[in-house]
């Protein structure tokens, strides 16, 4: 049983003492572990910044869940996720009191009750009463009265006909009714309006992409896999990289070549901004390849396998040891330290390629991190931006001239692209700044040049921005 169908009286067979029946009326709450499930994660997520897509699968293993089950969590919580700033707003008007005035552990019920309402198939009357059900059995009687108020109120109207009361009108402010409608914050849409160039029918594009479920994308390590390997267990082919293929259903984890370490999940785009960085033509060596911020090893792993067919050699690095010890699972030959690309632990000039793939806010993995969206803040652009601007001078500094860097964010935002790349090369100097479409030849839509930008509404990827500079002499 999934939950969506639950019957409401389905736990008075077991209630009362032995020997009575429970009085009309009263009925044992029923206890439905998706939904429950579903609520752990997002207690976790703002209780403890629990990371949804990492947390949920050690949930649903624990808890047993599988198939619909799994399916039916998976999708309330992330749902749940994406959708509430958009929910808060139709709660605010169903409630006596705003959101930042009810009890977090209450606000969350509440929460996954309007996702059920809104945006799932689930019956009316069984989303009202399982989340009654729900915030009686993890908040309290008086909590589940609230909520039974609450989405009563919110029952009376479809999604669309909330969004014309709730949502700012778009003559009046296109920002607001954009950030409402499609429940990003307003910083957040603000940017990505600006980094589409301001086209509002696009903004609006990006920001529905952003709420769609994102498709399962595979890659088979060169040399240790193959793209025909991951087809014959149900994959098919990718649309741009020659190492990828989609899944359109199932756990990657029952694919013989992931289970034994020989592919891997890895976005396209996240592929497609490594391989470009191999493309590039050198004069002179091309024995040595650095990648500076390289965990949890995604990059690494491909650059690794290919540096070991054209007998290279890649160095790769990280900060945290953690995330270091990632990279070292992910690779076979490359060489793993721990060290801050900051203040370089390799001598400067000693690569002929480098790939820094900077910390960033990570506006571009939306779809997969749902919650990321209300756990930044805007404060940390300026803050990321400077640590940005040393990691790339950084790299340029460790590539030997005519030597190549890619300088990769997984945000579009243009505080954390071309505004760090221009700048660097401004200050720095010695850095020619190359044309990144002309070694993405099978990708198109990727902007104006000289560099790339990959987008879900255009490519089905994440918002992965590529930079090429080759350092001059």
């Given at each position: 049983?999934?939950?969506?169908?639950?019957?409401?009286?389905?736990?008075?067979?077991r209630g009362g003492r032995r020997g009575q029946s429970r009085p009309a009326g009263k009925r044992r709450p029923v206890r439905d572990e998706p939904r429950n499930t579903a609520y752990d994660l997002l207690r976790a997520v703002d209780e403890r910044d629990a990371y949804a897509n990492l947390l949920m699968p050690t949930l649903l293993r624990e808890r047993g869940l599988a198939g619909r089950d799994a399916a039916l969590a998976t999708e309330l919580a992330y749902g749940t996720l994406r959708g509430l700033g958009t929910y808060d707003e139709i709660i605010a008007v169903c409630s006596d009191r705003p959101p930042e005035r009810i009890d977090p552990p209450l606000l969350d019920a509440i929460r996954l009750g309007v996702h059920q309402l809104l945006r799932t198939r689930v019956p009316s009357h069984a989303a009202v009463s399982a989340t009654v059900d729900l915030a009686r059995l993890r908040v309290g009687v008086g909590a589940s009265k609230f909520a039974n108020a609450v989405l009563r109120k919110v029952a009376t109207r479809d999604y669309d006909r909330w969004l014309a009361i709730v949502a700012p009108d778009p003559a009046q402010d296109l920002i607001g009714h954009?950030?409402?409608?499609?429940?990003?914050?307003?910083?957040i849409t603000s940017a990505l309006r600006d980094a589409v160039g301001?086209?509002?029918?696009?903004?609006?594009?990006?920001?529905?992409?952003?709420?769609?479920?994102?498709?399962?994308t595979l890659i088979a390590w060169p040399g240790r896999s193959t793209v025909?390997?991951?087809?014959?267990?149900g994959a098919v082919p990718a649309r741009y990289s020659p190492y990828a293929a989609y899944l359109p259903e199932g756990d990657p984890g029952a694919v013989p070549a992931v289970a034994e370490g020989r592919a891997a999940v890895q976005d396209e785009a996240s592929q497609l901004v490594a391989l470009a960085l191999t493309r590039v033509p050198l004069e002179g060596d091309d024995r040595l390849w650095l990648d500076m911020c390289a965990g949890p090893g995604?990059?690494?792993?491909?650059?690794?396998a290919l540096a070991l067919q054209e007998d290279r050699h890649l160095l790769a690095s990280d900060q945290r040891f953690h995330r270091a010890r990632l990279v070292w699972r992910a690779t076979r030959t490359a060489g793993v330290?721990?060290?801050?690309?900051?203040?370089?632990?390799?001598?400067?000039g000693a690569f002929d390629r480098v790939l820094v793939d900077a910390p960033c806010t990570g506006l571009g993995a939306l779809r997969r991190r749902p919650e990321a969206r209300w756990r930044r803040d805007p404060a940390s652009v300026p803050?990321?931006?400077?640590?940005?601007r040393r990691l790339l001078g950084s790299a340029l500094s460790s590539a030997r001239p005519g030597g190549v860097v890619a300088y990769v964010t997984c945000s579009p935002h243009l505080a954390e692209t071309r505004a760090v790349v221009e700048d660097v090369v401004r200050r720095r100097g010695g850095a020619e700044v190359l044309d990144a479409r002309a070694f993405l030849d099978e990708v198109d839509g990727l902007g104006e040049g000289p560099y790339a930008q990959f987008w879900p509404h255009r490519h089905g990827t994440d918002a992965m921005f590529l930079a090429l500079l080759r350092r001059t002499p």
């Amino acid at each position: 049983m999934t939950g969506d169908d639950a019957a409401p009286g389905r736990g008075a067979a077991r209630g009362g003492r032995r020997g009575q029946s429970r009085p009309a009326g009263k009925r044992r709450p029923v206890r439905d572990e998706p939904r429950n499930t579903a609520y752990d994660l997002l207690r976790a997520v703002d209780e403890r910044d629990a990371y949804a897509n990492l947390l949920m699968p050690t949930l649903l293993r624990e808890r047993g869940l599988a198939g619909r089950d799994a399916a039916l969590a998976t999708e309330l919580a992330y749902g749940t996720l994406r959708g509430l700033g958009t929910y808060d707003e139709i709660i605010a008007v169903c409630s006596d009191r705003p959101p930042e005035r009810i009890d977090p552990p209450l606000l969350d019920a509440i929460r996954l009750g309007v996702h059920q309402l809104l945006r799932t198939r689930v019956p009316s009357h069984a989303a009202v009463s399982a989340t009654v059900d729900l915030a009686r059995l993890r908040v309290g009687v008086g909590a589940s009265k609230f909520a039974n108020a609450v989405l009563r109120k919110v029952a009376t109207r479809d999604y669309d006909r909330w969004l014309a009361i709730v949502a700012p009108d778009p003559a009046q402010d296109l920002i607001g009714h954009l950030a409402v409608a499609h429940s990003h914050p307003r910083w957040i849409t603000s940017a990505l309006r600006d980094a589409v160039g301001g086209d509002p029918e696009e903004t609006a594009a990006l920001l529905a992409a952003d709420n769609e479920r994102p498709g399962v994308t595979l890659i088979a390590w060169p040399g240790r896999s193959t793209v025909g390997e991951l087809v014959e267990a149900g994959a098919v082919p990718a649309r741009y990289s020659p190492y990828a293929a989609y899944l359109p259903e199932g756990d990657p984890g029952a694919v013989p070549a992931v289970a034994e370490g020989r592919a891997a999940v890895q976005d396209e785009a996240s592929q497609l901004v490594a391989l470009a960085l191999t493309r590039v033509p050198l004069e002179g060596d091309d024995r040595l390849w650095l990648d500076m911020c390289a965990g949890p090893g995604g990059k690494a792993g491909l650059l690794d396998a290919l540096a070991l067919q054209e007998d290279r050699h890649l160095l790769a690095s990280d900060q945290r040891f953690h995330r270091a010890r990632l990279v070292w699972r992910a690779t076979r030959t490359a060489g793993v330290i721990t060290a801050d690309g900051t203040t370089p632990a390799w001598r400067a000039g000693a690569f002929d390629r480098v790939l820094v793939d900077a910390p960033c806010t990570g506006l571009g993995a939306l779809r997969r991190r749902p919650e990321a969206r209300w756990r930044r803040d805007p404060a940390s652009v300026p803050e990321l931006g400077d640590l940005q601007r040393r990691l790339l001078g950084s790299a340029l500094s460790s590539a030997r001239p005519g030597g190549v860097v890619a300088y990769v964010t997984c945000s579009p935002h243009l505080a954390e692209t071309r505004a760090v790349v221009e700048d660097v090369v401004r200050r720095r100097g010695g850095a020619e700044v190359l044309d990144a479409r002309a070694f993405l030849d099978e990708v198109d839509g990727l902007g104006e040049g000289p560099y790339a930008q990959f987008w879900p509404h255009r490519h089905g990827t994440d918002a992965m921005f590529l930079a090429l500079l080759r350092r001059t002499p």
